[in-house]
């Protein structure tokens, strides 16, 4: 059983930025496609960005698009979410999610392991 583990998240005030990580507790990334997802309170969980196994293929909501970066490390076998020019509606838990199926993008279905989430703030 892959277990995801993010971090980096944080309170961080508007136009600020943060870089999440996300790990596999036991097993290598390498083999996976890799979902960030975000939930904010009283609102359903929507895709962020994600990354193909190669790292060759990425994607991202229209809300992030040329604010957040998704990167692999594939020496440290982590992978990253930049996000800069946070805004408060950036706000919401953060998860981490991979999936070993055909790359989809940011279709919930396909990804089958899941992180118990970080959380990120944007406030003055």
């Known amino acids: 059983q892959l277990q995801l583990v993010e971090s980096g998240g944080g309170l961080v005030q508007p136009g600020g930025s943060l870089r999440l990580s996300c790990v596999a507790s036991?097993?290598?990334?390498?083999?996976?496609?890799i979902g960030w997802f975000r939930q904010a309170p009283g609102k359903n969980r929507e895709g962020v960005s994600c990354?193909?196994?190669?790292?060759?293929?990425?994607n991202y909501a229209d809300s992030v698009k040329g604010r957040f970066t998704i990167s692999r490390d594939t020496v440290q076998k982590v992978v990253y979410l930049q996000m800069n020019s946070l805004e408060p509606e950036d706000t919401a838990v953060y998860y981490c999610?991979?999936?070993?199926?055909?790359?989809?993008?940011?279709?919930?279905?396909?990804?089958?392991?899941w992180g118990q989430g970080t959380q990120v703030t944007v406030s003055s």
């Open positions: 990354v193909d196994a190669s790292g060759g293929s990425k």
């Open positions: 999610a991979a999936g070993y199926r055909r790359y989809s993008g940011l279709d919930e279905d396909e990804y089958m392991y």
């Open positions: 036991e097993f290598t990334l390498d083999y996976y496609n």
